[in-house]
């Protein structure tokens, strides 16, 4: 069965810090995997996403991930943390047994918080 | 550029009470089209999703349902809410191109419902 895993319910780092987000998945076929942003009371937000190619993609708001296939791993990093980057983030992958339908599946979310 | 709205933004409804939100999108044409439910700002549970007008195609038997009467619209719907029902309510869309793999999916503002 295709699924992802966000294997920390909440990340704690510092201003400044670099931050990462963990992702792993377990899809058939290519996986095509996007990181999503979500503030209270709104909808997600689009971060970044991993097609082909380079490992190392860059996405939104100074993020970026990497793709890592050996570990089927698809970590989100920061160099440098703010406190305004404190939000829930998904990690999702494509559905790859549901052609044309664009469907994703989520992780459970990870909220990271930033303390200045 | 593509938008995506939802109304109401937030409502409350008595156990019992029918339902009706509204998921509209501009600037595209052919989208496949979501529901979720978030319960507790955590996971996304997908409700329905949509791939041309009068195709929808449920993920989970529940006490909602959904239509999509005209190409870019998107309703979901109840006859008797349930408590259970309350939750925050995301609509989101992706580009259908044939055969492309990689389309990311566009979120709404989301509804927040509370049955009472």
């Known amino acids: 069965a295709q699924s992802v895993a966000q294997p920390e319910d909440q990340v704690n780092v510092a201003e400044g810090n670099p931050l990462t987000v963990k992702c792993t998945y377990s899809?058939?076929?290519?996986?095509?995997l996007f990181w999503y942003v979500q503030y209270p009371n709104r909808g997600l937000q689009f971060l970044l996403k991993y097609i082909t190619g380079d490992n190392l993609v860059k996405g939104s708001y100074g993020f970026e991930a990497e793709f890592n296939k050996s570990q089927t791993s698809f970590h989100l990093k920061k160099p440098s943390a703010l406190v305004s980057d404190s939000a829930l983030y998904f990690c999702a992958v494509r559905d790859n047994g549901s052609s044309n339908t664009g469907k994703l599946i989520f992780g459970q979310g990870t909220t990271l918080q930033v303390k200045p | 550029s593509q938008t995506i709205h939802q109304w109401p933004a937030t409502l409350v409804q008595p156990v019992g009470s029918p339902l009706s939100l509204e998921c509209t999108v501009e600037g595209t044409s052919n989208p496949n089209l979501y529901w979720y439910r978030q319960a507790a700002g955590r996971g996304l549970q997908l409700l329905f999703y949509s791939v041309g007008i009068g195709q929808i195609s449920s993920e989970v038997p529940q006490n909602l349902s959904a239509s999509r009467p005209q190409d870019r619209q998107f309703i979901l719907s109840s006859k008797k809410l349930l408590l259970s029902d309350s939750g925050f309510y995301l609509c989101a869309w992706s580009e259908f191109v044939a055969g492309a793999v990689n389309n990311e999916q566009f979120f709404g503002p989301g509804t927040r419902l509370t049955v009472l």
């Open positions: 899809v058939s076929g290519n996986p095509y």
